[in-house]
């Protein structure tokens, strides 16, 4: 895949497409916590059993990750995409008719690859299309996804309340689906083609670079997909309406958009992410002490803590990955297996997180494991010194 430069207008709908299709990559998980004191009162789970809800379709597309990129190369960019986002529609709508803990967990183990096809395909393809405003346009495309969970997150609720059925408030996200997909299907002929790929297929299981990445890729993912599953269960269990604590998530991710647009540009201007990087983890921190010690005064103000570091952490941490890597392709390989073992360290944290609901009574310790995690991360985020990443990869 070699780099495809493209005129104003037909970029303008190549990043309208790459949007559309990002809204697609949470609504089957971001619709779940909003409504899981519905499904439980319908379905019996334990909490450990829901947060396999969202921990599944998070290892799915950990380990879709490390043969998507090969699909995608025998496929063709465009056919993937349409794939994957008939897959994730297929496993949404599905959705209407589960009667049974096993349905729904299957329906979002589909939806997460599909998902893992799609997330491991477009940092390529983006840095392909668009070399010289990588961070921006990865920024637009991350924050589409975060648009997707905060929609879902705040509109499922009321889905449910207008429908009376939760089924309808999970599957209605189909639509999204469709929509991208119709918009994909017609943009197909103008949207232009990268070249057969020109440098052999690299493995990054040796490099520790590689594994370093993917470590904190991962550890940062972590603390997003605990808060998705579990943010809205906890302000439940705090006495707020399932609408309510839905809205709050919707607050949180609609935080996370506004970061994940402003933050890459501002990092844009210096190759040198780590004062970036750190700001976003101190805000993530301050949000989970913020949840902990003082949940019901100044609601708002932890929430938006949390969003506005996680929305930022999740694109610089794929940013951080691509710097590394000149050649599109290189760098996509690099980012499929940073996001391949991330997602799989990532989708741990809610089994986990639930488990310690089971057995403790209470979601505070898993908020101080998080915060625990994130002064790690700030250690690691002194090794990502941009004048050494040559050598990393020789």
């Not at 989970?288 to 949940?295: E, K, N, Q, R, T």
Request: proline share 4%.
């Amino acid at each position: 895949m070699e780099n495809v430069r493209i005129t104003a207008r037909p970029a303008t709908w190549l990043m309208l497409g790459i949007v559309l299709v990002g809204l697609n990559l949470r609504p089957s998980m971001a619709a779940v916590g909003p409504l899981l004191s519905a499904i439980l009162g319908d379905i019996a789970l334990s909490f450990s059993v829901a947060s396999l809800l969202t921990m599944l379709p998070v290892m799915a597309m950990g380990l879709a990750m490390f043969f998507a990129m090969g699909i995608s190369q025998r496929l063709g960019e465009q056919r993937t995409v349409l794939m994957s986002l008939a897959i994730i529609g297929l496993a949404t709508v599905a959705r209407l008719f589960v009667d049974s803990a096993a349905e729904l967990i299957v329906s979002a183990v589909l939806a997460g690859f599909g998902i893992a096809l799609i997330q491991a395909l477009m940092p390529a393809f983006i840095k392909s299309r668009f070399p010289d405003n990588v961070a921006l346009c990865m920024g637009l495309y991350v924050t589409s996804i975060m648009g997707g969970a905060a929609i879902a997150a705040s509109f499922a609720p009321l889905v449910m309340s207008r429908t009376g059925s939760w089924r309808v408030g999970l599957a209605i996200w189909a639509g999204l689906a469709l929509l991208a997909l119709l918009f994909w299907w017609a943009q197909r002929v103008n949207t232009p083609r990268g070249s057969a790929p020109a440098v052999r297929k690299q493995s990054f299981f040796t490099h520790s670079r590689a594994w370093l990445l993917a470590i904190f890729f991962g550890l940062g993912t972590a603390s997003y997909t605990c808060v998705l599953a579990w943010l809205a269960p906890y302000y439940v269990e705090k006495g707020w309406s399932e609408q309510n604590a839905g809205l709050l998530l919707g607050f949180l991710t609609a935080m996370e958009v506004i970061s994940g647009l402003v933050v890459p540009a501002i990092a844009n201007r210096s190759r040198d992410r780590r004062v970036v990087l750190m700001a976003l983890l101190g805000l993530i921190i301050g949000g989970f002490c913020g949840l902990i010690l003082s949940p019901q005064y100044l609601s708002l103000l932890w929430p938006c803590l949390l969003g506005l570091g996680i929305g930022g952490l999740f694109p610089m941490s794929l940013i951080v990955s691509l710097d590394h890597l000149d050649n599109p392709q290189r760098a996509g390989g690099l980012t499929a297996f940073v996001q391949g073992i991330g997602y799989l360290i990532a989708g741990l944290s809610p089994l986990m997180a639930g488990m310690i609901r089971d057995q403790l009574g209470s979601f505070e310790w898993a908020w101080w494991s998080l915060t625990a995690v994130m002064v790690v991360m700030l250690l690691m985020v002194w090794r990502f010194d941009p004048r050494h990443y040559a050598r990393q990869f020789q």
